[in-house]
Every structure is written in C-alpha cells, then in structure tokens.
C-alpha cells in the first residue's frame, strides 16, 4: 500500500508592513531615478572648458528647469521628485555641518567673526527693507536676503523651511545668488589691490561677503594660498549662522501668526538641529582626514539631486511673471554686503 505525502507548499506571506514599504519605494524611484540622472548630467557638463567654474548644483537646477518646460514631467515622477526636494535636500543641509569645526570658527577670531555677523545681519535686514520698498514679495525678498547674507543655495532651501515660499520663488532666489555670486568671484581679485587688503583680509572679505562656498574657494585663491585658506575658513564659520536665523525667523513666523509672543512654540526644522549637532560632533571627533573629501562629495552631490529636483518643479512662465524688480533686489544686496564687509574689515580688521 503506498501512502503519497502531501505535497502542498504554504507560501509565506509577505508581511503587510514590508509591502507597503516596497509599494513606496517603487513611486519614489521614477522621480528619484530622473533627479539623480540631472545631477548626474550636471557633473558631466563641468568637463566642457569654462563650465567647471559653476558649481553642480546651479548646472542641476538650470538642467532640470530646461527639461520640465520642453519634455515636462509625467505623473510617475511627481512623487521621488518631491522626495528629492524636500528629505534629501533638508538632509544635505544638515550634513554641512561636518564640514565646520568650533576650532576653525575660533581661528577665525573676535574680530572677524564681528565683520561677519554684523555683515549678515545688516544685509539681511537692508535686503529686506528695500525689497518692501521695491515691492518684491515678503517672502522672495526673504530669500534673497537669506541666499545674499548666509551661503547662497543652501541657505535659501532652509530658510524656505519656515519662509514656506513656492518653488519658483526659490527657484528666483537660486539664480539670483547664483549670477551675483559668479560676477563677485571674478570681480573680487581684480579689486584686491585697490581695497588695500593682506592675504588674510581679502580671504576675509571674500568669505564675509561672497554667496556660494565654492564662489569663495574660487575669488579667494585667486589672492593665494594664505587668502585662500582663511577666506574658506571664514565663510564655513559664516555658514554656522544658519542655524540661528531659521530659528530667528522661526520664531517671528510663529509670533505673528499666533500673536502669542515670546511664549508661542517655535519650529524647530530637525535638519537645523542635526547641523548644529554634526559641527560639535565633528569638533570633539573630527571625521578623518581621508574621511573628509568624502563627506564632503556625498554632500555636494545629494545636494545636486535636490536642486535638480528643484529644476525639474520650476515652471517657466511662473518664474519670468516675477518681473524684474526681485533680480534687481538680488542686485542692491549683493553690491551692499560687498561694500559693507568691505568697510567692517577697515574698521575692525585692518
């Protein structure tokens, strides 16, 4: 008598957590997939002579902007766009912070670390004085103030965490430091001589004053090693104040729109707290040195794919309907922190 076993086979089921975690992960990989293939294609433009002098990231949105208004965007990609836009980015801000140590903030020095707080802040306020006056929209000339007086790009996209402006707004903002950062970085060293500055003080002044940090690693070095050094050291300590103005506007947003006072609840954007964590981290155990240029290239690239993310959300006709009154804006801010450093340096530094 033969006895057959059963041999039917219970499938495990794939738990419904897992599913679901796939299920998003497919909708982001569309978006995704075409924001990294910007970023991507930005890197490889800056082997074009003359190109290179531009940083990938403004090459990411300017690609990405060019491909959303002829190709467009399909659905499919709305979702890893957004991912790219909004957690990427946020993420790559805060990992600038392991690129600043406090001692490097120190070497800097009381002195100039006065021309570069005094800079900013004046800027910022200046910046938007005139553009209430100008009529350029709250907040835009917000922005542009953020973008001017901080660290360009990066600053603009933290800022918009509590400004919370729409995409071409941004968009606007990124150009603006963009074209007033790259005029700045070929005009500065012509202008060392006449200003009268050492190597340190032009590192200084373009490190107070410049938008972007590799615009200050370019205009500085033009004035030599020791100008170059100093002048990235002073703009890394520049890029610290971040964190106290989003929380600064933070707490304004939410006072005026709560009319609570000093007791309302600020936001506090998590990636402000994780780039303020990072610098301590990074100055009590600092990466090694192997470790930095890595550190650092990770970081320039997920910030690419977010503003080719950027790009690729940036409608045309939205942009142009700005007119030109906030590029002018860009323009006044960009001549008063250049100008203002430069006169803080003969008072406090020289």
């Known amino acids: 008598m033969t006895v057959s076993a059963d041999t039917t086979s219970v499938a495990c089921p794939v738990p419904a957590a897992s599913r679901s975690g796939l299920s998003a992960l497919s909708a982001l990989m569309p978006g995704l997939g075409l924001a990294v293939a910007v970023a991507v294609a930005a890197y490889a ?21 060019i491909w ?26 805060m990992l600038l912070g392991l690129q600043l140590t406090l001692a490097q903030v120190a070497e800097v020095g009381v002195a100039g670390m006065a021309v570069i707080i005094l800079t900013l802040v004046s800027t910022f306020l200046a910046t938007k004085w005139v553009g209430r006056l100008m009529g350029v929209e709250r907040q835009l000339a917000e922005l542009i103030a953020a973008g001017t007086s901080i660290c360009g790009a990066s600053a603009i996209v933290a800022t918009n965490s509590v400004t919370e402006a729409d995409d071409e707004d941004v968009a606007y ?28 003080g032009f590192g200084l002044w373009a490190g107070a004053s410049i938008h972007e940090v590799a615009q200050v690693v370019g205009a500085a070095f033009a004035g030599g090693d020791t100008a170059g050094q100093f002048g990235t050291v002073a703009k890394l300590s520049r890029v610290l104040m971040l964190a106290p103005l989003v929380l600064s506007l933070g707490f304004v947003a939410r006072r005026n729109s709560t009319g609570e006072g000093p007791a309302a609840k600020v936001p506090v954007p998590w990636f402000v707290v994780g780039f303020v964590a990072l610098v301590i981290l990074n100055s009590v155990m600092p990466l090694p040195a192997s470790a930095r240029p890595v ?10 794919v977010a503003l080719a993310a950027m790009g690729l959300e940036t409608h045309a006709r939205r942009l142009l309907a700005k007119g030109i009154r906030p590029f002018l ?9 250049a100008c203002t450093s430069l006169v803080l340096i003969k008072l406090l530094w020289v």
């Open 173 to 200: 903002a990124v150009a603006c430091v963009t074209v007033f950062g790259t005029i700045a970085m070929f005009v500065y060293p012509l202008l060392q001589h006449a200003t009268g500055l050492g190597a340190r």
């Open 45 to 65: 433009l800056r082997f074009i002579p003359g190109v290179a002098t531009f940083s990938p990231m403004i090459l990411a949105i300017l690609i990405g902007a």
């Open 295 to 304: 550190a650092g290239a990770v970081t320039t690239f997920l910030l690419t």
């Open 68 to 93: 959303r208004n002829t190709i467009g965007t399909p659905e499919s990609t709305r979702a890893g766009i957004s991912f790219s836009l909004k957690r990427l980015l946020r993420l790559a801000v």
């Open 329 to 337: 804006l860009g323009a006044f801010a960009a001549a008063f922190i």
